[in-house]
């Protein structure tokens, strides 16, 4: 009926009081037409009953407020989806929001609202994600809210929110962000896998997961409780440490007298002895391996040339001697930049105590020196002695994938012609390696956007193949669908499976999934505390798909049929088991398939950054 247009116009002028063109720039928001006949700008509705299912009004300079009484008065109960992001919209969201109550998404996230988040909201039970971050609120989070069930996305940081955290049930929530707001007091117990960066900035929240304990309080038994129960819990935890280190050093022992005792007849028991049957020790010293640089003298820890024409001449002490910058430190250890006179750049990973012996590394690299693949950046120098290994790249002067997608241009300039072109050579780059070194069991074991690196000509490579196996062990709780379905037990990547072996060459394909799903979205694989491939197939299965495509993708001239193809890949491949994902060879054709489709179509953009270099 005519009322419920009237208030329906009324909504939309009060988000831009300021621009009467509004009603002339052809959004059809008008008294005289049917927002389901005449397609409403950023309005959907059900196709059987025809009532507004959705407002997606993003990022259009709307600089009034939200009217949550006349929308939700005008559109009841049958609103699912109501978007404002990244407007300048200012005011606070009324009470009157209650009226939607059947609203599951609610997107507010970029604007200028302030004041109090409403208690009416916790009367929205069905509310499933929510996103006010980056906007002025204030006042405490209405405890209501933290009750709501089946809730799967709270984000509320960069806000000014304080008082106390409530109790949410995180173990069933996939992004929770309530950081750098003014929250204080404890962080209750709330189960999940969400991790300090959830919570940071705010000064005066206290507990875990962040670095900073909460002083004792007496005036709750219950908290008393908690803290000598966390007390108790950290003198066993240290009783078992000093068990184990006692342990550790008994054994040493023991095995260090046995070794001392020389047998009869056998002059060489310290010496190792190969598979083969040959003399480690001497393998490493022959002319397949050029030390240039002895550390140990004695030893074969050497500085070792892989690359004749990129590393001629180089030595141990010139990397020691040459002013170093620090581009990172990673998970297995540091990255430094190094500058030698007359020498390309080079970038050299300095790994502490890795765990692997000196020749079972040796021979690692050796036998990635015999598969190489032109977009797989190859060691040109590499030292290895047991505490310490140096590894020795030329430097990629263009950054990593990560930077790119996530860095400040947020992938604005990365065209969805080029993320393809990107996806093709790098699984096909995979699959060579995997089929190269699958006897010798060496896959790349660790592969995240980082690793994904562009040189001076911005063609993509992938870097640290087979560097070391980190000890990151086999998922048990998987992500995919059937997963999801199981309502406990829900796991981060890399949670400990004492008991199943771990097929590494499925985890890359995994782990490749993960990048072209954070080529496809936008998002990093652990933002917000998000499991990117979980969220993903949560969205999909709800039937969003179209919502989790990065925005800056969504331009003229990018396919939206092939970009789903490429999503249906990236779901194979982070499928719940090992056994259901594809491998690195199938991907590489499934993917080609989509560029030949792509290219085809003749509206493949080159791969193209805008400016001199990629700023990050
Ligand atoms: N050859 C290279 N040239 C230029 N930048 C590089 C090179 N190799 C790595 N980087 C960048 O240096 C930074 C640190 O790299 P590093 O490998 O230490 O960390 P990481 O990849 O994040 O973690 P991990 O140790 O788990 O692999 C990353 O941003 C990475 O993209």
Known sequence: ?????????????????????????????NTTSDPCDNGWKGVSCDVGPRMVRKVVLDKLNFTGTLDAGSLCSGVGSSLFVLSLTGNQLTGGIPQEIAGCDNLNHLYLSGNHFSGELPGSLSLIKGLKRFDVSNNNFTGELPPGLAEIS???????????????????????????????????GPIPQMGGHFRANSFLDNPNLCGKPLDKECPPTTSSNSTSKDWSIDRYLIYAGYAFIGLVIITIIILKLVSNM??????????????AVGEDGSNKADDLKTSEYRSQYSMESGTSSALVILDDDLAKDLKFEDLLRAPAELLGRG???????????????????????????????????????????????PAIAFYSSNQEKLLVYEHQPNGSLFKLLHGSENGKNFTWGSRL??????????????????????????????DILFDGDKEAFISEYGLIRPEKERRIEPYGPKSLKKKSGSAPKGRLSPTLPRDDFKEDVYDFGVILLE???????????????????SMVR???????????????????????????????????????????????????????????????????????????
């Open 1 to 29: 009926n005519e009322d419920f247009r009237v208030l329906l116009v009324k909504f939309m002028q009060t988000l831009s009081p300021y621009d009467p063109l509004v009603s002339d720039k052809g959004w059809g928001w």
């Open 150 to 184: 089946g809730m799967k996305s709270f984000l509320a940081q960069n806000n000014r929110i304080s008082g106390n955290l409530p109790k949410f049930d995180l173990t069933h929530l996939e992004e929770f962000n309530v950081s750098n707001n003014e929250l204080s």
């Open 258 to 271: 046995r070794r001392r005792k020389p047998k009869v007849g056998d002059e060489n028991q310290n010496v």
């Open 331 to 377: 998970s297995h250890g540091s990255l430094y930049k190094v500058i030698l006179n007359h020498r390309a750049a080079l970038a050299v990973k300095r790994i502490k105590g890795s765990g692997i012996p000196n020749d079972e590394f040796t021979r690692r690299m050796h036998s990635l020196n015999k598969v190489r693949h032109r977009r797989v950046l």
């Open 421 to 450: 072109v990107a996806a093709t050579s790098m699984a096909d780059a995979l699959a060579y390696m995997h089929e190269g070194l699958r006897e010798d069991g060496i896959a790349h074991g660790n592969l995240k956007s980082t």
């Open 519 to 537: 080529m496809l979205t936008g998002k990093s694989a652990t933002h917000n505390g998000l499991d990117l491939a979980r969220w993903v197939n």
């Open 542 to 616: 709800e039937e969003w798909t179209g919502e989790v495509f990065d925005r800056a993708l969504l331009d003229k001239g990018t396919s939206e049929e092939r970009m789903v193809n490429l999503l249906q890949v990236a779901i194979k491949c982070t499928s719940a088991s090992a056994g259901d994902r594809p491998d690195m060879s199938q991907v590489s054709k499934m993917i080609s398939a989509i560029s030949e489709e792509e290219e085809k179509s003749s509206i493949n953009s080159p791969f193209s950054f805008t400016g001199d270099s990629v700023s990050m």
